[in-house]
């Protein structure tokens, strides 16, 4: 079992990784939206990814109103 | 589909409705790849009638307001219903808002019942918001998992009364819905929309767009916003037509809808239909040269055939790969919410899938304007809709003026805002605060707008009253939030921004520590509502007597500068 602190990493490298941005170069409290210039689209598609790495299901809801990479990972660690 | 010139209420025409088409599919849900529900028409009543009869024991009566706070999903739909055959009056809110504000509205509109989703009701439940709307009384809670804390709401589920409920008559003039078109920070825009502003919207939609049994329609846009109520709930249902209900909105599993359930019409705001955009000419830049030349040919033959009006047999057998990724039966795709860029809506029109752009606002019940598609007219937001009289009002010398609307679709008004109501109709005519102007075809061209505000891609209509609460307390002499365009008109509605400005304390520098502070309250607001820049001034704010901020005034000053230079980066 992963700990939150190894799944916000991973959320963290996925997500530079996906838009492809130098590994390092995001913290866990950065808004995912200015920080990667993205959409609300563009976070649905980084969700996938998400999901398809940790082979999870996360609802939309669950992400409803989450900006940041540390939250984002809380959602995905309870659901591990 | 029924004669809606007949019917004085939603709720009236619905019920005959169920009845009418009460084998034909009414909705499908489903979550992911996953078909969770398929309902006809007598089912949909079937699940209807003991939510309303629950409602009516409950003492819920004519004139009553009842809130709905939840993704699009077929309880939506019949928590509606429900709420109409009891003379209720519906109060659709954003799920998208936090809960401050959601319960700000729930207050403003003296809702007494709140039907919303359990993961919703978690973050309502939690919020401080709460203690301010005693008036909500009853909330009913869906999907709630089996030993859930509900917090004082009861199960959608089993909110169920025994017997018949009794329809309850409601007259064309009565408020059916009270809309938020804006004002979750400041002064709420509740518009209320009257049955006859929708049953005469229904009937001029569906003259140009027909839905009838066996029509499809893929409901994306949250049904509390104008359009999705009304081709996403209203429209279809009153002809038989069947919604189908997504529980994700991953473009994976949308892109995947399509020829799974041979969709026949979807609306979609300009950002998604972007993406689409994007993801096909991704696709058709892969293909290998040959078949791109190919491809490229087809795609002329079919923009010169389908110049006066479109055809849709003859393109889906000429792009017949692109149409069958679409499910092969698409006939429309209804854009709204926002301004969609021509070479966007070009794009679709020449792979011989027409996009009806068009222009509307909650306040006129939904559409104004429409492309009637004879011919298509990517420039344009179409010709006035079968009822609405547009004027353009003191039009300079190019004809570009305000827009200005009469109709039977126009809103009662605001709710609790004999004033604001006053000044946005007047004589009858809407102002809608939009500029623009007709062609020499009768074709409406937007030119920006007069109003100080925002629509962003997404379709939200941003106010810059409704953001400044977050830099309230803020260590600077005086700020004031503005759409940029409002101070420095241009003829356009692409890329609209808002900007904070700020007057200094005296010996006051825009450093670093200012910058990270307003960024951190910046970031408190929903992504789409943040500002994109400063604008400095070194001058007291005019103000009136009541020390109010006179935005225009303030507007002409910060005009003389250079947007470019003014508009610091946060």
């Not at chain 2, 301010?132 to 089996?146: G, K």
Request: charged share 25%.
């Amino acid at each position: 079992m992963r700990t939150l602190e190894q799944t916000t990493q991973e959320v963290l490298d996925l997500a530079a990784k996906h838009f492809q941005l130098p590994v390092g170069s995001l913290a866990p409290g950065d808004d995912f939206f200015k920080k990667l210039g993205i959409d609300s689209l563009q976070t649905l598609e980084m969700l996938s990814r998400l999901e398809n790495h940790f082979g999870i299901e996360l609802p939309d809801y669950e992400v409803q109103g989450v900006s940041d990479f540390k939250t984002l990972a809380e959602r995905i660690q309870s659901r591990l | 589909m029924l004669d809606l010139s007949k019917y004085q209420s939603i709720g009236e025409a619905l019920r005959d409705a169920l009845d009418q088409y009460a084998n034909e599919v009414c909705l499908i849900e489903a979550d992911r790849d996953r078909e969770k529900e398929r309902l006809t028409y007598r089912e949909f009543k079937e699940r209807a009638h003991p939510l309303a009869k629950a409602l009516q024991d409950g003492s819920f009566s004519s004139g009553d307001r009842a809130s709905i706070i939840m993704t699009n999903q077929s309880k939506w739909l019949i928590s509606a219903y429900a709420i109409f055959f009891t003379g209720g009056v519906l109060v659709p809110l954003d799920y998208k808002l936090t809960a401050d504000e959601q319960w700000q509205l729930l207050k403003h509109s003296s809702a007494s019942v709140l039907i919303t989703e359990y993961p919703i009701w978690r973050q309502l439940g939690a919020s401080p918001g709460r203690a301010a709307a005693s008036n909500v009384r009853t909330v009913l809670v869906t999907e709630a998992p089996a030993n859930a804390d509900l917090d004082g709401a009861q199960r959608w589920e089993e909110f169920r009364g025994a017997g018949e409920p009794v329809f309850v008559a409601r007259k064309r003039s009565d408020t059916a819905c009270i809309v938020y078109s804006s004002g979750t920070g400041g002064r709420p825009k509740g518009c209320m929309m009257t049955h006859e502003n929708y049953l005469e919207q229904c009937v001029a939609l569906t003259s140009i767009y027909p839905f009838c049994p066996g029509v499809r329609y893929l409901s994306i846009l949250p049904t509390n916003h104008a359009i999705d109520f009304m081709v996403g709930f209203f429209g279809p249902l009153t002809c038989g037509a069947a919604v189908v209900h997504l529980r994700t909105l991953r473009p994976e599993f949308v892109r995947e809808a399509f020829p799974k359930y041979k969709i026949t019409y979807v609306s979609l705001v300009p950002l998604v239909l972007k993406n689409l955009q994007k993801g096909l000419q991704t696709r058709f830049d892969a293909l290998p040269p040959g078949k791109q030349k190919v491809f490229n040919a087809l795609v002329r033959v079919n923009k010169a055939l389908t110049k006066s009006q479109p055809l849709p047999s003859i393109s889906r057998r000429l792009l017949k790969q692109v149409h069958e990724a679409f499910g092969g039966e698409l006939r429309t795709i209804i854009v709204g919410g926002a301004f969609t860029e021509p070479q966007t809506l070009q794009f679709f029109y020449d792979l011989g899938i027409p996009v009806a752009n068009g222009y509307g606002l909650t306040e006129a019940g939904t559409a104004i304007t429409v492309n009637d598609l004879r011919p298509f007219r990517a420039d344009t937001v179409g010709k006035p809709l079968p009822g609405m009289e547009v004027r353009i009002v003191n039009p300079a010398e190019d004809g570009v003026g305000e827009v200005t609307v009469r109709s039977k679709t126009v809103m009662a008004g605001y709710l609790n805002e004999p004033e604001l109501t006053a000044e946005t109709i007047i004589d009858g005519w809407l102002q809608t605060g939009d500029l623009g102007r007709f062609d020499g075809t009768g074709h409406l061209q937007l030119a920006g707008r007069k109003k100080n505000m925002i629509v962003t891609e997404e379709g939200k209509n941003i106010y810059p009253e409704d953001v400044e609460t977050v830099f309230e307390s803020l260590r600077v002499g005086e700020f004031c939030v503005f759409a940029a365009n409002y101070i420095w008109p241009k003829r356009s509605m692409i890329g609209e921004k808002l900007v904070l400005v700020l007057h200094l304390e005296p010996g006051q520098q825009y450093g670093e520590e200012l910058r990270r502070e307003i960024n951190a309250r910046n970031n408190r607001l929903l992504n789409y509502k943040r500002i994109h820049g400063v604008v400095l001034l070194d001058e007291d704010f005019p103000r009136t007597a009541s020390l109010k901020i006179k935005r225009n005034v303030l507007a002409e000053r910060l005009a003389v500068l250079d947007s470019a230079a003014a508009i610091l980066p946060l």
